[in-house]
């Protein structure tokens, strides 16, 4: 923190954030290599798990310093040519020009993301400021990652300010207490906390990952062993459903979570969400399930790496820095090296799928994306020839699955949502009976590739790993 403080302080942003961003990533990995050599394979929590929230911070506070400083060069020189534009949204902080002036402008010309100019911080923190948002009490430990500018309006309490419309301010105002008590969402989160936890504590201690290597489970059938493997994966995930979930609840409980309020001023919370649990556990692509685990991460990954990198680059550089954030066990390269080789065929299959059936590679390819192929291309078609009309939209999360009333009780339960009821009346049998296998297919190989490839995550081991696949 002291080193990453002095290169804000004494150095040029541009330059404060490329010293800042090596040397956190250099120290995470001495100490990842230090745990390896005196706790291989071991799961107890040492520093490196707070550890890997820190270099989030730290890098992301350099890299919206640096932001700041390229926006305030931009104003600069805009009010130097005397060329004023027009003005930015109501309430964005990050949009303020020259004190001198009084007047705003637009950023639209400036080469940056969305993010960048949202999260772009103009004045270097205080020391104050500084540790109270690295070592931040409600997410130390596991995050979610909070930008510096959204903690700085949490301490400040300007919620208000920065909302766009006029309405909603005094909307927020007048319900100010209500809003950042977040009842039934604290009440929500809790729940969820609870199912998971127990889960874990209770459940998943039967489906332990050794009993892979062991020449008992080479006994059983090949179908008994496939289903223990994804049980097993799928149980593993419930200790970072309730970790996430219990610090959504600590920073919910403390006023910290509010992010915006929507059309019809109810108030959202997505700050302290970190995973959607239903696009993750029933999603039909891999990058739907990538795009909704660990949110916060996937964010900064983007703004600190991937939205300042050449576009030719961008993708290896984000894997090179999250296969060095998460650690050095094989595992994890042998899972990010499979999931990575499944998301480029993703990305491949959508430009050049006719050109699928030609490749050496095929099986792989369709085993991977089959289901976007056929989302876009033969399932249209497949509706028009048989059915003799266009396949219904339907938002994904609308699925067969979510639609049941056993799934929805569960969920309603849970906390995760209020239980919904399929319309039958509107599709004809034959349409209805198609899309439920259609989603059932595509949420079935999503999931098995995900489970499947994800034990060697867990294993953590080279040679353990390739036993587990095998």
């Known amino acids: 923190m002291a080193v990453v403080y002095a290169a804000i302080i004494a150095l040029e942003s541009r330059t404060a954030f490329y010293l800042s961003s090596v040397f956190c990533m250099m120290y995470l990995t001495v100490c990842h290599l230090w745990r390896m050599y005196f706790d291989y394979g071991g799961y107890e929590l040492d520093i490196t798990g707070p550890l890997m929230v820190l270099v989030q911070r730290l890098s992301m506070l350099a890299a919206n310093l640096d ?29 303020s020009p020259s004190p001198k002036d009084g007047h705003k402008v637009s950023l639209d010309k400036l080469k940056m993301s969305d993010a960048q100019k949202r999260f772009a911080v103009y004045q270097k923190p205080t020391p104050m400021q500084f540790i109270s948002y690295c070592i931040n009490f409600q997410t130390v430990i596991i995050g979610p990652l909070i930008s510096y500018r959204d903690h700085d309006i949490y301490i400040r309490g300007c919620e208000a300010e920065h909302l766009e419309t006029e309405a909603k301010r005094a909307h927020f105002a007048k319900h100010r207490e209500s809003i950042l008590e977040a009842r039934e969402t604290v ?29 008992t489970f080479l ?3 090949f179908t008994w062993r496939f289903l223990y493997l994804l049980l097993t994966a799928n149980f593993m995930r419930q200790q970072y459903y309730f970790g996430w979930s219990f610090s959504a609840l600590c920073c919910l ?48 990954l983007r703004l600190v790496i991937y939205d300042r990198c050449p576009r030719k680059y961008a993708s290896p550089m984000v894997f090179i820095a999250s296969c060095i954030w998460h650690g050095f066990y094989p595992g994890y390269y042998m899972f990010f090296v499979s999931m990575g ?7 491949t299959i959508d430009q050049y799928h006719y050109k699928l059936i030609e490749s050496p590679l095929a099986l792989a390819h369709f085993w991977s994306k089959l289901s976007r192929v056929f989302h876009r291309e033969v399932r249209p078609a497949m509706f028009k020839k048989f059915l003799g009309i266009l396949p219904p939209e339907r938002p994904r999360k609308q699925n067969w699955l ?27 049998e034959n349409t209805r009976l198609f899309c439920q296998r259609y989603d059932f297919f595509t949420w079935f190989v999503t999931y098995v590739v995900v489970n499947y490839t994800a034990t060697a995550f867990v294993v953590l081991a080279f040679y353990d790993s390739l036993v587990v696949w095998a």
Request: hydrophobic share 40%.
């Open 187 to 215: 009440i929500m989160y809790g729940k969820q906390a609870f199912y998971y936890g127990f889960l874990y504590i209770f459940v998943a201690g039967y489906f332990p990952t050794n009993f892979f290597l062991s020449d």
């Open 219 to 221: 006994q059983y059938s």
């Open 341 to 347: 080789y499944f998301f480029y065929v993703s990305f």
């Open 67 to 95: 932001d700041g400083e390229s926006i305030k060069k931009f104003k600069q020189d805009i009010f130097r040519n005397g060329a004023l534009a027009t003005s930015t949204p109501i309430g964005n902080r990050s949009s």
């Open 402 to 428: 979510e639609r049941t009333s056993i799934f929805n009780v569960i969920m309603a339960a849970m906390g995760l949502s209020e239980p919904v009821s399929m319309d039958t009346k509107a599709l004809d």
């Open 253 to 300: 409980l403390s006023g910290l979570g509010f992010s915006d309020l929507d059309d019809d001023m109810n108030p959202k919370y997505t700050l302290v969400k970190n995973f959607r649990f239903r696009s993750v556990e029933f999603a039909g692509s891999l990058k739907e399930l990538i795009d909704n685990w660990n949110i916060s991460t996937l964010h900064w």
